[in-house]
């Protein structure tokens, strides 16, 4: 347990120390509950299943019983750490070196929740407590691995307990170059495809009693990967389509293979949804393919979304500008979050930490940023429950 519980720094560096890797627990949620459960939070350990998947453990807290209800949304667990070898400090011994601490899950995403929970331990004291509203931590142990047992599963949770939440913040790690230099206010959708040419195997020198699938699938490919899809939108960049693998199951340079397979990638804007997209990647295969058999197939998607700039947004800007006197970009490029999931339940938006080391071997966060975060995040609490007219309105149910 860290010695001071405001300290951003102290609570990122307990949080590290405890072994998360994606979907163990590694007592990063028990460390949460024991610092939540005295301020008064009531906690909730839940552990999610489905057969074929490991067990998860998930945590949500909330403190206060009606609206309006802030939610911080974030992920203990972490990616593996890769070469330990490799890292100039051990990747979970948290090692402060030239104020920068080093650490697997510093940026993505244990420096956020650290700082989030210092802004809520500060805002606390400073007020003798909540004056208003709820504050909640949605914290899901599995984000960075298949997403089945983590967020999706703890909404649906909350919506059998008709437990409202009027607002969201997550706080992965958006910022680029500086930090506060990007909110990110949606993300785009992503689909794979799956494309496979049957033609017939046989000699490769009695090509005419075969029938080669490959020259037919490169013409698929070059006319997928080059045919443009839209030019972007007001808040969002072009939709991508890369091809990411070919696979012709053939060893021989003699034989005439019968299948040739490519996959594809495809992040799409706001002007797509899963079936248009499905349904163009079939109209370009069949017309490229010129009569030969195409077998297509999608898999693996998740929706684009977008949180308008409103007031929700708004507060979030400012208490950027306040405290670091920049004007961040409201972007929605980039992965995908779990935001993707809490946007059916309410506004959400996207701010934290600069994501430059995320994944990486030395994964770090100058301590400098974690106090910036920090003061950011408080200006944003205390802005979104001192509001006069709160938007979103005020709701919740009691637990
Ligand atoms: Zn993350």
Redesign the pocket.
């Known amino acids: 347990m860290p010695t001071d519980l405001a300290n951003p720094v102290e609570l990122a560096q307990a949080l590290i120390r405890c072994k998360s890797v994606t979907p163990t627990e590694g007592g990063a949620q028990t460390l949460l509950e024991g610092v939540l459960k005295p301020l008064g939070f009531t906690c909730h350990r839940l552990t999610m299943r489905e057969p074929g998947t490991p067990d998860v453990e998930n945590l949500y807290a909330r403190l206060g019983s009606d609206g309006p209800h802030l939610c911080f949304a974030?992920?203990t667990d972490v990616v593996n750490a890769g070469d330990e070898a490799a890292w100039s400090h051990p990747p979970f011994a948290a090692v402060i070196e030239d104020n920068i601490l080093f650490g697997r899950g510093a940026v993505?995403?244990k420096g956020g929740i650290a700082c989030f929970l210092a802004a809520t331990i500060a805002h606390l004291k400073e007020n003798g407590g909540l004056t208003r509203g709820s504050l909640s931590f949605l914290i899901t142990g599995d984000?960075?691995s298949v997403a089945i047992n983590g967020t999706r599963k703890l909404l649906q949770w909350l919506k059998s307990r008709e437990e409202r939440i009027d607002a969201c913040l997550v706080g992965?790690?958006t910022s680029a170059d500086t930090l506060g230099d990007e909110i990110k206010i949606g993300r785009r959708g992503y689909l794979n495809a799956t494309v496979i040419v049957e033609g017939k195997q046989g000699h490769s020198a009695y090509g005419e009693k075969a029938d080669n699938p490959i020259p037919k699938l490169a013409r698929i490919i070059d006319r997928l990967a080059s045919a443009p899809l839209d030019n972007g939108t007001r808040h969002f960049q072009k939709t991508s389509l890369e091809p990411t693998i070919i696979s012709v199951p053939n060893t021989a340079t003699n034989v005439i293979p019968g299948t040739a397979r490519a996959n594809f990638n495809i992040r799409y804007n706001d002007l797509h949804n899963r079936q248009s997209l499905e349904a163009w990647v079939r109209d370009q295969c069949h017309a490229a393919a010129k009569g030969a058999k195409v077998n297509v197939s999608f898999e693996g998607s998740g929706d684009v979304f977008l949180t308008e700039p409103g007031p929700f947004v708004q507060l979030m800007s400012s208490a950027v500008q306040t405290i670091t006197g920049r004007q961040a970009a409201l972007t929605t490029n980039g992965g995908t979050?779990d935001a993707r999931f809490i946007k059916d339940l309410c506004p959400v938006v996207e701010f934290g930490l600069r994501n430059a080391t995320?994944h990486q071997i030395d994964e770090r966060v100058p301590i400098a940023d974690l106090m910036t975060l920090t003061a950011i995040y408080r200006r944003f609490i205390a802005d979104f429950f001192t509001r006069p007219d709160s938007e979103p309105k005020a709701g919740g149910k009691a637990l």
């Open positions: 974030g992920h993505d995403m984000e960075e992965e790690p979050s995320a």
